[in-house]
């Protein structure tokens, strides 16, 4: 049975990210071992890492590197032996050289970039951004199959990656411009959007990535 380890570090959007993990992988026709956990040993070795995240970009930061071992595992798992591995709004961010919120913190840097707070160009868009928004240009990716532009997904943030490399880029949205809001090479991925929240659609995405083997 493959083994799946949902990050515990503290982020606050973790039990809703089990729940709908958990429902997910009910309408596997092989469902996975999901772990909600913190502990090296499970991590580095699991055959997929979820890391979920809200809030600061330095705060989520923080709260991975308190664990003992748990940027070295998530490095194991993820760089080494190649297990999947899918970041939920800040967990995406985490992805990238750094963030630029209050002030400059280094993160995993394994997508090339830097998260930044939007500029919206018009005043009747607001920040944060909340609420429902279009999927467009989504790539042809195991972890999006059946997700297509026109999907509506949830969102709440203030902040993006913006990788440097364009052929990243997995989906954007167009909240008073157009920004990504989805990134994916080789064995990782990520969306900026809330899939535990965007209803049918967010349950296909995580069905999709408990069935990713990359």
């Known amino acids: 049975m493959r083994s799946i380890a949902l990050i515990d570090y503290g982020s606050g959007n973790l039990r809703s990210a089990e ?3 958990l429902k997910a992988n009910q309408a596997l026709g092989e469902p996975c071992a999901i772990h909600t956990t913190a502990d090296p040993d499970i991590v580095a070795n699991a055959d997929g890492v979820v890391l979920p995240g809200v809030g600061a970009f330095a705060a989520c930061m923080a709260g991975v590197r308190s664990k003992p071992g748990l940027p070295e595992a998530l490095n194991r798992a993820v760089r080494e032996r190649g297990a999947a591995f899918l970041g939920i709004c800040v967990g995406m961010q985490l ?6 919120e209050f002030g400059e913190t280094l993160g ?5 970039g830097e998260v930044r707070r939007l500029s919206v160009a018009e ?5 944060p951004h909340m609420g429902w928004n279009a999927l467009e240009n989504v790539i042809d990716h195991p972890v999006f199959a059946g997700i297509n532009d026109g999907d509506h997904m949830y969102f709440t943030h203030s902040f993006a990656l913006f990788p440097q490399d364009e052929r990243d880029i997995a989906a954007v949205t167009d909240h008073g411009g157009r920004f990504p809001i989805a ?3 080789g064995n990782i991925a990520g969306v900026q959007f809330h899939p535990e929240k965007s209803q049918a659609a967010g349950l296909k995405l995580l ?7 990359p």
């Open 108 to 112: 995993l840097d394994w997508i090339g």
């Open 95 to 100: 992805l990238a050289t750094s963030g630029k």
């Open 183 to 185: 990134v994916a090479r």
């Open 19 to 21: 729940k709908a993990l």
């Open 207 to 213: 069905a999709n990535f408990l069935e990713w083997r």
């Open 123 to 127: 005043h009747a868009f607001k920040i």
